[in-house]
């Protein structure tokens, strides 16, 4: 069993990024902050600092800090539970990692109710930033990411959420000027993309999965979806957008789909151990998506933009 003070220790190191300064905060030495820093080295069989400026936790370092904070989330939901009438604001303070796909369209709503009901503070990292979770630990706790990927990091596991589905819009002179004869090698060599920041191996996906296309294209990067749809709509480019966010936007109909939409999966990935309000918050994600299906079940999936 690990020792809940050395845990507090090699957090309080990381967290102060010195030994001096952890001391300072524990009301110790600096000798007994290294000797227990070595103890629980010894314990794990592994070094779990890079004794760098600034320190850099190992692998195995991450992974204990990790564990430390889910044991006082839990001890404090443990407490509020016992002792309901002292509760503790730190519980009511929750970070996800979302990506700006579904922060343009169906995350928040899913998310309010439980917001307003709980008095929650909630924290939204970009998705670029959690592209490792562990990393963004020092932004505080972490309680669950979206992803497209369902590969899962040590005490987490993921949660299948269905699928986002993006449309391949541009607007109808774009297409008739640039895809005259669809989309082939030739037109998307020069044909300008729109795509979300840091997305173009998804945007490269689709062109090959579409045409078998493996070349470069020539294309402007957003940070937000409704940036792209605004570049779109003036007629400067095309790209993936998803169908949900395009049917809350003005004017979409403005638009015409290039051809077959994409298919991604979505996982909500989150930590085994999880106090009670994390929970509740995977589930309410969980029951948005399931809404989300039963109306899109209901439809065809591609009536979004005009294919004329």
């Not at 008739?176 to 989309?183: C, K």
């Not at 082939?184 to 296309?213: C, D, E, F, P």
Request: proline content about 5%; some cysteine.
């Amino acid at each position: 069993m690990l020792d809940s003070k050395l845990l507090q220790t090699l957090a309080s190191v990381i967290e102060t990024n010195g030994f001096e300064r952890a001391a300072a905060q524990l009301g110790v030495t600096q000798s007994a902050v290294s000797q227990r820093i070595k103890q629980l080295e010894v314990m794990v069989g592994q070094p779990l600092l890079v004794r760098s400026q600034p320190l850099e936790p190992t692998a195995a370092g991450k992974s204990l800090l990790q564990h430390y904070k889910q044991i006082k989330l839990l001890e404090l939901d443990l407490m509020q539970h016992l002792k309901p009438e002292h509760g503790n604001s730190t519980l009511n303070m929750l970070s996800i990692g979302a990506d700006a796909d579904s922060l343009s369209s169906w995350l928040l709503p899913a998310l309010l109710p439980l917001v307003k009901q709980q008095g929650l503070q909630l924290r939204i990292l970009p998705g670029e930033q959690v592209t490792d979770p562990a990393n963004a630990l020092n932004s505080g706790h972490l309680c669950g990411w979206l992803s497209h990927d369902s590969t899962t990091m040590h005490g987490s596991q993921c949660q299948h959420l269905g699928e986002i589905l993006y449309q391949c819009v541009c607007t109808y002179a774009f297409r008739e000027s640039h895809f005259p004869e669809g989309m082939n090698a030739s037109s998307l060599a020069h044909a300008h993309a729109v795509i979300l920041h840091g997305q173009q191996t998804r945007h490269a996906g689709y062109l090959y999965q579409r045409t078998a296309y493996q070349g470069c294209f020539p294309f402007s990067s957003m940070p937000t979806p409704d940036a792209m749809l605004d570049f779109i709509q003036a007629g400067l480019g095309y790209g993936l957008l998803p169908q949900a966010f395009l049917e809350q936007a003005a004017n979409h109909a403005s638009l015409v789909n290039l051809g077959a939409p994409l298919h991604l999966p979505l996982y909500w990935h989150h930590w085994r151990a999880e106090p009670a309000i994390a929970r509740a918050l995977g589930e309410a994600l969980l029951a948005a998506r399931q809404v989300r299906h039963d109306e899109h079940s209901k439809v065809s999936a591609g009536v979004i933009a005009r294919n004329d």
